[in-house]
């Protein structure tokens, strides 16, 4: 059998992803995600085969390559690709490559590797059947792997806004033609080829009441899937495990029943704010917030913040809406106090609470509080991607810098330039954007335009650039330093957070000799301080 981390063998299938890509963007751009339609994919051609030949090149085994494969394929192409000829050409091509059987056994991989892959799988026939968050955050439960691909099937121009909220909850969307059986027979193509598609999918749930998914359920389980058929009945929803032959039915009222998310936050302002009066002050502890939330409406916020927020933290309820709460945590380990966030009472929050001694220490909101550039970096992407995710479903990925600064006043109540002032930066919006790697900004019909930078791994493409990476991560992991040095292997632990590789692998990919140590001290920016055994890097 080939060797696969032979440096011929994974150029030349880095070469065949590659021109794939370049075909899919020139006769069918659609199956690329939004911001790499435009991508220049021919002028970035060695930067993308080094970087893929990169991450290939530790592979030892056929089926790590191909989950590695899958991985990568993901961050470029939608969904629908995996259902193309393209795939299948590509497929096809690799298999010939490697000399890969084409039904690849999971199994040869170690215990411990399968289940930090594996998966769940969602399919739901939207004509069929309708799952609202509560309910699919219920069946959710039933499945031993995390929900980490969700498909919905329908004719979309029959289904009214439905199409962008569960886009919003991270579904892919499979249009059908109008008719009767179009959406189950989409599905059923769909879900017999989720093995080939999904390598590390071990669970399935099969959302819809149609009998003759049955068929399509006996298929999944033959190819050594747990399968779970969910249908409704007038009274309640049937959850059937196809493996035991176990049948649960559920009523009405046993499944999650919560209000709309405005009025539980609706509910939740209105508890502050009497609790507010009953107390005299305006900052109320977290706690006592949720305390009382449970009692007087009889469910938690931590339900809705898993139910409506995919999240854990109650907290996050009040982060995500500024515009009613505001948060402020005087210490990292102290407590968090909220308060209702309004114009009539908002320039009087301070001072009410001075005269309040166990608030006295209290001074403003948590999430108006950035103190460095790197806080002002993740709150700005943040934004972005929030934008992104709102306006995927109109093909809008540029945003104009002054739109992005109008919502970053509404969010934080401050301008950039006031942010960047208080932390002790000069400039403004856009040349704090044209300093960070993590923006890409442009200039049509003289208006200003930023986005979200590309995978930033493309851009490693000489020792240089690798220096001004290494100078970028460590300025901001001395920020707070008062000596501004770092020891070598935090500066490389970071890099291989960040990126995604090692240091090493991104050396020898670049063809740097020496270790890391000797590349540090032939930069012209960074020098070595040793002592001892111990080496410090810091600015020259």
């Known amino acids: 059998m080939t060797e696969i981390n032979d440096p011929a063998i994974i150029n030349l299938i880095a070469q065949n992803v590659y021109q794939t890509l370049v075909d899919i963007q020139r006769i069918n751009p659609s199956l690329l995600k939004e911001k790499y339609r435009q991508f220049p994919w021919r002028s970035r051609q060695a930067d993308f085969i080094k970087m893929l030949t990169l991450e290939l090149s530790e592979t030892i085994d056929i089926d790590t390559l191909i989950l590695k494969l899958i991985k990568l394929l993901n961050r470029f192409i939608n969904y629908s690709f995996f259902i193309s000829e393209q795939y299948k050409n590509l497929t096809e091509k690799l298999r010939q490559i490697t000399k890969i059987s084409p039904n690849i056994e999971l199994s040869k991989l170690s215990s411990d590797a399968e289940s930090e892959q594996a998966i769940a799988i969602l399919l739901l026939d939207l004509e069929n059947l309708q799952l609202d968050i509560a309910t699919e955050n219920f069946i959710a439960q039933v499945c031993t792997y995390p929900i980490q691909v969700k498909i919905a099937f329908a004719n979309w121009r029959q289904m009214g806004k439905l199409d962008a909220e569960l886009h919003s909850r991270g579904y892919d969307l499979i249009h059908v033609p109008a008719g009767k059986d179009n959406a189950d027979g989409k599905m059923i193509a769909v879900g017999l080829s989720l093995r080939e598609h999904y390598p590390n999918a071990k669970e399935v749930l099969v959302c819809s009441s149609d009998n003759v998914m049955t068929n399509l ?5 033959k190819k050594g899937l747990t399968v779970y058929r969910v249908s409704r009945q007038k009274d309640g929803l049937i959850i059937s495990n196809f493996q035991t032959n176990k049948t649960h039915k559920y009523t009405l009222s046993q499944l999650p029943a919560l209000p709309p998310l405005a009025e539980c936050l609706n509910n939740l302002r209105s508890l502050i704010a ?9 900052w109320i502890k977290a706690s ?4 009382l939330f449970l009692e007087k409406y009889k469910y938690s916020l931590e339900k809705v913040a898993v139910i409506y927020l995919h999240s854990k933290q109650v907290k996050d309820l009040f982060i995500g809406n500024p515009s009613i709460f505001a948060i402020h945590q005087p210490a990292p380990d102290n407590e968090i106090y909220i308060t209702v966030f309004n114009s009539k ?6 001072e009410n609470n001075s005269s309040n001694t166990d608030n006295s220490k209290i001074t403003q909101p948590l999430h108006q509080i950035i103190e460095s550039s790197e806080q002002l970096e993740l709150a700005l992407v943040s934004l972005l991607e929030h934008t992104n995710k709102k306006s995927s479903i109109n093909s809008i990925k540029l945003i104009t810098i002054a739109q992005l600064g109008i919502l970053f006043r509404q969010r ?6 006031e942010v960047l002032k208080k932390i002790g930066k000069n400039g403004n919006l856009t040349k704090f954007l044209q300093s960070s790697g993590k923006f890409t900004t442009q200039i049509i019909n003289q208006i200003e335009y930023v986005e979200l930078a590309s995978d930033p791994i493309l851009t490693l493409n000489s020792p240089t650039a690798l220096e001004q990476v290494l100078v970028k991560i460590f300025k901001s ?5 008062p000596q501004s040095q770092i020891p070598v292997e935090t500066l490389s632990g970071e890099f291989h957070k960040r990126y ?4 090493s692998a991104m050396m020898k990919h670049l063809k740097i000799a020496g270790s890391f140590t000797e590349f540090l001290q032939s930069c012209n920016t960074l020098e070595i ?12």
Not at 288 to 291: E, H, L, N
Not at 412 to 417: A, D, E, G
Not at 500 to 503: D, E, L
């Open 217 to 221: 359920c006996n298929h999944l389980l």
């Open 274 to 282: 009497a609790e507010q009066n009953k107390n005299k002050t305006q």
């Open 288 to 291: 006592k917030i949720s305390a």
């Open 345 to 350: 009472n908002e320039s009087q929050l301070i």
């Open 412 to 417: 934080y109540n401050k301008s950039v330039r």
């Open 477 to 481: 992991l001395t920020l707070k330093s």
């Open 500 to 503: 995604g590789v090692t240091i």
């Open 529 to 540: 301080k040793t002592s001892g055994t111990k080496s410090q890097v810091l600015l020259t």
